[in-house]
Structure formats: structure tokens, C-alpha cells
């Protein structure tokens, strides 16, 4: 008897292609498309694909979706051909094109606005002169002309980046009329942003408290993530080393500094942070960098020790498009959020009464947040309004139109003609010196990682 969906649809076989390391130590983009593939479970026969170098398949057993490692690009190929539907974010354009011949449909996923990234990275494709980065960003904008006509459907994580990604769709001829055939764009274009575990946290042990100096009374500041080149360190440490003078318990704690995927490591603005601590006179004394990168079901135990959560980044046009997935992490640990203006989740934060906006680098701002917010009985009052908003961030709901489009997946998921390899007289090379340039650019670990597997 064949299995459906609550629709009577048949269960599609569906493939979810990792687009970072998988396993015990997992960055945001690993960590979402294991809580992806968990819960598109429900409506499809899921297999995540893992093909990024460090990842471990092994704790990966029983959540409900088989996994499938492949080495290089004709693995994948296969793999993708047998199933219905791929779910990916940066993938090799020949695997799509093959996929496609054999009847899989895929879906992207646009929750990162990379194009944007990439125009705040202060290096791509290992570049920081011109025109050499101008040469390996066309490179990245001709990679997603090419996903929006491929595309079947489309996720992003907010109404903001829709309207960017529109523009991008139609700009790439990827928007027509007979798309639309009556449907509303958002049947196009859905969304799906990153989410909140299901689970309350739990801790296993102290993270914080009990170590670097940092007493059970202290009033703790974490900052969940790494330190991309968009983020602002400096800000959040100089305020932490001014309010010291006043008060001693105050503590900044950084985990998440040097990444999982080897092909990133530890970037660069770490060690500008580390030395501005230094110069500051509050490294391992108010400011400490947890070395290495917490493992996914640690990242409780350092939550929980926490009082305030902190998010600094700069004025630029990646922050316009922005989804800060480590905000997640605070609304699930119940911390209210000291964060700076100008992107999505910010007037999100500002509107919903759940900590503190600030304005770019300003340190007597950041300074008083932390003031305001190391009152207890405020930040019991932003705590019960965190509360109010979090069902609606679990993973089960932020995925719920993505799983609804898989279910329906025969009707809603209409196949597209993918556009054919550039003939021989089209200057190839040019095209494959841009994407092995690409491989190495901070765009994120997928591609870097992926397009290096693939290449051999």
C-alpha cells in the first residue's frame, strides 16, 4: 500500500543536500537542515544527503530520515535522481541539470541572502583588491540567476528578503506570467525561517559559571555565534571594559570562535577581538573566548548560565537582508537580547518588547542596555514577553509552509525548464576560473566545502 500525505498526495522521496558539516558540532546552516530533514519527515521519505568534509553521520541515527554520504559529484547525481524532490541551498549546476532530466524538482533554500553577504565579506574567492572580488561576485550573481529558473519553489526566512529575492526572480526571467497562472507569489516564494528547538533547554553541566573567573552572582553577557566579517565585537568589549571600572561582575562571553568546517576555521576577526580585549586589559578578565566551537546539544549549558544575550553588527547592506539565526538561540534560552538597529530581527526585538536596540557602535548606548537589563526584575518582565512569542518560532511552525508545499508537492511544485550548460564558445574558462575562485570565498561553508569535494 502506497503511503500518502494528509492530502491523499503520494509521499514524495525526498532528498535534503547538507549545506555545511553535520553531526555532534554543528554551525547554523548544518543544524538547520537537520531540524529540516526531522521535520519534513512527517510528509516525505526523507534522505539527507552529507557530503562536507568533518561531518559525523553517526549521530545522525534515528530522527526519523536516512542518511546518505556521496564523495563526489556522480554520487550525488544519483542520489538526487532518485528522489522527487531536492531540497538545497548552494549546489553544483550540473547536479541540478542532471537531477532534472531524471524528473526531480528542486526547492531552494534563500533564508541567507548571500549576494548580500558576500558585498559585506571584507574578502571573496580569497580576494581584497579590485577588480578581482568585482570578478568573483558575478560569479556568485550568475550562480543564483541560475537557481531562480531552476527553481520549482523557493524558501526565505522574512517578508524583507522575499521582496529582495522577488526582484531577483524576475530579474533572471525566473518571474513570468505563466508562472503565476493565478497563484500568489508567496506560492513561489514561501517562507521558512530558521527555527527554535522544540525541546526545552537542558543543561548537563555549567558552561560559565564556576569558570574563567566568573562567579554564580555575576551578570553574564554571551554572545551565541561567531564573529563574521559583519559583525561589530569591538563595541559590546569597549562597553564591557568601561562599565567594569564600576562594576567587576560584569562578564562578556564569546563561544563559536573557530568554526566547525576546517575550509573556515577561525576567522580573522577573532584575533581582532582577542587583541582589543587585550589592549583593553579584560582579556580572561570580563571579556573570554571559549576556544573551538560548542558542540549543537551543548550549546544549553552555556545559554542557560547566561543573563543577557548579545548581537553587535555594522552599517552595511548585508545587515538590510539579515536574519541573525543566533537570535533564535536567545529566544529559547529566554534571554533577553541587547542588539544593534537596522536589520530584520532588530525592529522584531524593538515591537515585541524583547531587549534592547542600539545604534551602530555606540558604546554609551550599549553600555546603558546592559545598565537597564541588569535590573532582575526588568528582565523578568522581558523574559514573560519572550515567553509569549516563542511557540510561534519552533521548528514545527517555521517549517510548516515548506512542509505544506511538500505534501502537495505534485501540484505545487511545477517542474521548470533548467537553463542548458553554456556552449564551448561561450568563454568556459572564464566561467570556471569564477567558480573555483568562488570556492574559497566567505559566501559560507557550503560552497567552498561542496565545490572542492566535487572537483575532484
Known amino acids: 500500500m502506497v503511503a500518502t500525505t494528509p492530502d491523499a498526495t503520494p509521499r514524495p522521496r525526498l532528498i535534503i543536500i547538507a549545506a555545511d558539516v553535520v553531526g555532534a558540532r554543528m554551525a547554523g546552516p548544518g543544524l538547520r537542515f537537520v531540524k529540516i530533514a526531522e521535520q519534513l519527515a512527517a510528509v516525505a521519505d526523507v534522505t539527507l544527503a552529507v557530503g562536507i568534509e568533518g561531518s559525523d553521520t553517526e549521530t545522525l541515527r534515528d530522527r526519523g530520515f536516512s542518511v546518505a554520504p556521496y564523495r563526489d559529484r556522480d554520487e550525488l547525481i544519483a542520489l538526487v535522481s532518485h528522489n522527487d524532490i531536492a531540497f538545497c541551498q548552494l549546489i553544483d549546476e550540473e547536479v541540478v541539470r542532471r537531477g532534472a532530466e531524471a524528473g526531480c524538482r528542486f526547492v531552494f533554500d534563500l533564508y541567507n541572502v548571500l549576494p548580500a553577504e558576500a558585498v559585506g565579506a571584507e574578502r571573496i574567492g580569497g580576494f581584497d583588491t579590485q577588480p578581482e572580488m568585482d570578478d568573483v561576485f558575478r560569479g556568485v550573481l550568475s550562480f543564483f540567476r541560475f537557481c531562480m529558473r531552476a527553481g520549482s519553489y523557493f524558501v526565505t526566512s522574512n517578508e524583507r528578503q522575499r521582496d529582495f529575492w522577488i526582484g531577483y526572480l524576475m530579474s533572471a526571467d525566473g518571474l513570468l506570467p505563466s508562472d503565476l497562472d493565478g497563484r500568489h507569489v508567496a506560492e513561489l516564494i514561501g517562507l521558512a525561517p530558521f527555527g527554535m528547538e522544540d525541546g526545552e533547554p537542558e543543561a548537563e553541566e555549567h558552561g560559565i559559571r564556576g569558570r574563567m573567573g566568573i562567579g554564580a552572582d555575576d551578570l553574564v553577557l554571551l554572545w551565541a555565534g561567531g564573529i563574521w566579517d559583519w559583525f561589530d565585537a569591538e563595541t559590546p568589549i569597549r562597553a564591557v571594559a568601561e562599565l567594569r571600572r564600576e562594576r567587576p561582575d560584569v562578564h562578556l562571553v564569546f563561544y563559536g ?119 532582575d526584575a526588568r528582565r523578568r518582565a522581558v523574559r514573560e514577553r519572550i515567553q509569549a512569542i516563542r511557540p510561534s518560532w519552533r521548528w514545527s511552525q517555521t517549517t510548516a509552509e515548506l512542509a505544506g508545499a511538500i505534501a502537495q508537492w505534485r501540484t505545487r511544485l511545477t517542474p521548470r525548464a533548467v537553463p542548458a550548460a553554456p556552449a564551448p564558445s561561450e568563454a568556459v574558462p572564464s566561467r570556471s576560473r569564477v567558480r573555483e575562485l568562488l570556492s574559497r570565498s566567505p559566501l559560507g561553508s557550503v560552497y567552498r566545502a561542496l565545490r572542492a569535494r566535487l572537483a575532484r
Request: glycine share 8%.
Open 257 to 375: 570562535t573557530t568554526h566547525p568546517n576546517a575550509l573556515i576555521g577561525r576567522p580573522k576577526t577573532v584575533e581582532r577581538a582577542r587583541s582589543l580585549a587585550e589592549e583593553l586589559g579584560v582579556l580572561d578578565a570580563g571579556v573570554h573566548f571559549v576556544e573551538g566551537w560548542v558542540p549543537a546539544d551543548r550549546r544549553a549549558d552555556f545559554l542557560l548560565d547566561a543573563d543577557i544575550a548579545i548581537s553587535s553588527h555594522k552599517e552595511s547592506f548585508e545587515t538590510r537582508y539579515a536574519f541573525r539565526t543566533r537570535i533564535l538561540d536567545h529566544f529559547w534560552a529566554s534571554l533577553p537580547s541587547i542588539v544593534t538597529e537596522g536589520d530584520w530581527f532588530a525592529g522584531y526585538i524593538e515591537g515585541e518588547g524583547l531587549g534592547c536596540v542600539v545604534p551602530y557602535g555606540d558604546v554609551a548606548a550599549t553600555k546603558a542596555a546592559i545598565v537597564e537589563l541588569a535590573d
